[in-house]
């Protein structure tokens, strides 16, 4: 299965620490790209990072792509309790039209 | 305000009784895509349309049918629907290609089938 694997299923930090989630994969990607889903609510589209970069920014994000170990990590910097939900990672084969998401890092802020 | 409609948010419905749930996009997006989501398994696809007239299926299409008549709708019909298709439905949309976009997301149908 193409489908992402998450690491680790659920982190709890105190705000204003940083937040690192890893995702893995299996086969090669065309992009790969992470979500953040509030509890019951539908996913927000937050970095897409291509094959070929190997970092990429966004605000407090900062995600890193390693295409030969077939992974990535999101970094969240001074998180705040309003980053408490779940994150996502889905990967685009190269072969194929169909994203595939991972089971997704369940993140709480403590306050 | 860009975004994805759908419709209803929550249903609960009975074993057998044909139900549809709508989406709508108005983005001018080609790619629609429907999810599901169910604890411990993820979003999995259930079936995905390129662009009008054209629609291929997912992971789990069976017991689901799509139908895309016009660019910016894209429904998702149970014909039958039973017990263990009760779980949370997204609709989600994207520029085509969607691996050189990220998607955008309904909010989200909670279904219940008793």
């Known amino acids: 299965s193409q489908q992402g694997e998450e690491d680790p299923q659920a982190l709890s930090i105190q705000e204003g620490e940083n937040a690192t989630m890893n995702c893995s994969y299996k086969?090669?990607?065309?992009?790969l790209q992470w979500y953040r889903q509030n509890s019951g609510r539908g996913l927000v589209h937050l970095i897409l990072?291509?094959?070929?970069?190997r970092e990429k920014h966004s605000g407090r994000l900062r995600v890193t792509l390693d295409t030969s170990k077939k992974s990535s990590s999101l970094l969240i910097t001074a998180s705040r309790a309003a980053d408490t939900a779940s994150y996502f990672c889905?990967?685009?084969?190269?072969?194929?039209?169909?994203?595939?998401f991972g089971t997704g890092t369940s993140l709480t802020v403590i306050p | 305000e860009a975004q994805v409609t759908q419709n209803p948010r929550y249903l609960i419905t009975v074993t057998g009784k044909k139900l549809t749930v709508t989406c709508s996009q108005n983005?001018?997006?080609?790619?629609m895509s429907w999810y599901r989501q169910d604890p411990g398994l993820g979003l999995r696809q259930i079936y995905y349309?390129?662009?009008?007239?054209?629609?291929d299926k997912g992971d789990v299409p069976e017991g689901y049918k799509v139908s895309r008549k016009e660019k910016r709708n894209f429904p998702l019909i149970l014909e039958s629907p039973s017990p263990n298709q009760t779980s949370l439905y997204f609709c989600?949309?994207?520029?085509?290609?969607?691996?050189?976009?990220?998607?955008?997301f309904g909010s989200g149908t909670r279904l219940t089938v008793v």
């Open positions: 983005m001018n997006h080609e790619y």
């Open positions: 990072i291509r094959s070929n970069e």
């Open positions: 349309s390129m662009n009008v007239e054209v629609t």
């Open positions: 086969t090669s990607i065309n992009n």
């Open positions: 889905a990967t685009v084969a190269l072969s194929g039209n169909q994203f595939y």
């Open positions: 989600a949309s994207s520029l085509y290609p969607p691996t050189a976009y990220g998607y955008t």
